[in-house]
């Protein structure tokens, strides 16, 4: 069965990246949720997409800038501000693992350390992943994939996927250099034959974000390990007729 996970949570339909997205993601029935992390001037992981709180927030600059205690002032539902959301904050990487133990959710963390170079982000995480015991449940994807080798090499029991958006040749075998079970391609780059054979090769491909329903359907009908998507509700309904 192909498994779904929500894109920053229910990002088509709540704000990206905050835990009413988490938790509606839960709600829908979603196998996992992606979210993206970054660390704050004063070292702490928070769950943001963006390099700067511009898009998301009431609020200007980049995360590096803020201290989590002046982050978390920030209201975080700027893309959506239907007055039913509650001012969401910025959550940090511990409160979504508090909430994890009441469900068995899947996790995809992506490192946004292809822009921002944060010192020390990959032995934070990993040791925040350890403290939970969540490492059989956590994938670990970046675009910069030195770093998901740093996190493998850091913990070998921690399942890794390198991201990218342009088309890579035999990218199973390519994976299978880094020491990663999985592919996280843009969905673009992710035709029937790479998928198969990836998959026939032991590795997972979980293409990127995938909306809709003619993506959806294609991955559907040849079994694709998993997709991301902004819409968990409107794909588990279409993964029910395949």
């Known amino acids: 069965m192909t498994l779904i996970f929500a894109h920053r949570g229910s990002a088509g339909t709540h704000p990206e990246n905050t835990m009413d997205a988490f938790l509606e993601a839960e709600r829908v029935g979603a196998d996992g949720i992606e979210l993206d992390v970054q660390l704050t001037r ?5 769950v943001i997409h963006d390099e700067t ?3 998301t927030t009431n609020g200007k600059g980049f995360i590096k800038d803020y201290s989590l205690k002046d ?26 693992f508090d909430w994890m133990k009441n469900n068995s959710l899947i996790c995809n963390i992506e490192l946004k350390n292809s822009i921002m170079d944060y010192e020390g982000m990959e032995e934070k995480v ?3 992943i350890n403290r ?3 490492a059989g449940r956590v994938i670990i994807s970046s675009f910069n994939h030195y770093s ?4 493998k090499r850091l913990d070998p029991t921690i399942e890794i996927a390198p991201l990218y958006s342009t088309g890579l040749y035999m990218p199973w075998v390519y994976a299978q250099s880094l020491g990663a079970d999985a592919i996280h391609p843009n969905q673009k780059v992710a035709s029937d034959e790479i998928i198969s054979e990836s ?16 993506q959806l359907k294609r991955l559907f009908t040849i079994g694709c390990s998993a997709i991301v998507t902004d819409y968990p509700e409107k794909a588990i309904k279409m993964r029910s007729e395949y």
């Open 42 to 46: 004063d070292g702490e992981i928070v």
């Open 53 to 55: 709180v511009d898009r």
């Open 71 to 96: 982050l978390r002032k920030l209201h975080a539902h700027s893309t959506f501000k239907k007055k039913f959301f509650n001012k969401q904050k910025i959550p940090t990487l511990n409160e979504v």
């Open 126 to 128: 990993i040791n925040l």
């Open 132 to 134: 939970y015991g969540y």
């Open 148 to 151: 998901i080798v740093a996190c």
């Open 199 to 214: 998959m026939r090769n032991g590795v997972s491909v979980r293409p990127y974000t995938v909306n809709k329903a003619p």
